[in-house]
Nanobody
């Protein structure tokens, strides 16, 4: 059974940083892709970043240069380091996973089979 558990959300001022963690069980990084999505109040869930099995990454244009996705295989944990945060980054952030041997990161919600419960990140102006 696959389980994803996020942590690390909180309240930060604009320009600050947050680091989100996603502990994965039942899903091996060697045969999977992991992603981060976010959903702001009243908006649809959107892609933020992904990391595929060979370690390559992909980012939404809105977060490129500010956010970094990474993973610790030994801990089976994926991270999202968020720097230079803006009020528009305020959202519930979700970790997602899918079994895949592909070399292209999936960026749609429909592509992912497993989801965490979400963690709130709030950026004040």
């Amino acid at each position: 059974q696959v389980q994803l558990v996020e942590s690390g959300g909180g309240l930060v001022q604009a320009g600050g940083s947050l680091r989100l963690s996603c502990a994965a069980s039942g899903l091996s990084f060697s045969v999977s892709q992991m992603g981060w999505f976010r959903q702001a109040l009243g908006k649809e869930r959107e892609f933020v970043a992904a990391i595929i099995r060979d370690g390559n990454t992909a980012y939404a244009e809105s977060v490129k240069g500010r956010f970094t996705i990474s993973r610790d295989t030994a801990k089976n944990t994926v991270y999202l380091q968020m720097n230079s945060l803006k009020p528009e980054d305020t959202a519930v952030y979700y970790c997602a996973g899918r079994w895949s041997l592909g070399i292209v990161a999936a960026t749609t919600t429909a592509a992912y089979n497993y989801w965490g419960q979400g963690t709130q990140g709030t950026v004040s102006s």
